[in-house]
């Protein structure tokens, strides 16, 4: 049986949007630890810009304390939005963070994209190219400071396209080249704290943002 973590009103949003940020699955004290070592890992000193010049956006760890951020809740939580069999999701033995530094420049709305649409990897659309993803965030984010975007509603009108023509979109980057034909609107800029966990569905249409505060802005990525 799987652990009802989430709420049915939490569960149906996801249904209703594509994507859910929960709050509360990850101990203050685990998240706070977490940062601190992603700072150590990567030999960076908050406040000292000069320090974190020229970053590389992904970084991958094995870290202990990194990877305690994916508690069992979380698991409770991931298994509860897909649906599937407790026992056929894991833990993940690594963290794959994408990291987003301060940049100059205007913020604007980034151009959407789904997962796994990479003609070279070579993902098909059916049954599905992945469960779940989750954007774990450990430090707070600020509006403009490099909050995940996404659209609500984008992974039904996604399926549809699909639906109109499986054949032609056997593969998901073919649909993903096609996404914007379906009437994207009214992205939301989420503002995570410390410890959120976003959850979006595989035809989520979502994209980084630009960073324009102060700060890195620390996030895993994971799918199942
Ligand atoms: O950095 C983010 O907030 C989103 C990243 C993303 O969409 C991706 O790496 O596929
Ligand atoms: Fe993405």
Redesign the pocket.
Known sequence: MTKRILSDKQVGQYFQDGYLLVSGLIPDQVSAKAEEKMWQELGFTPNEPKSWEGAESVFHSNDADLIACYTDDFLSATTQLSGDEPATFHKPSGIFA?N?YPSEGKWDWPHP?I?HAIKEHGHKSLPRPFRIAA?TYINDVDQHG???VVWPESHHKIRMLLESDIEKYEYVWKLGKDIRTVGLDNPVELIPRKGDILFYHYFCA????KNTSNRPRF?Y?AKW
């Open positions: 994408i987003t994209h997962d954007m490099g909050g995940t979502h994209a980084g943002s996030a990525n």
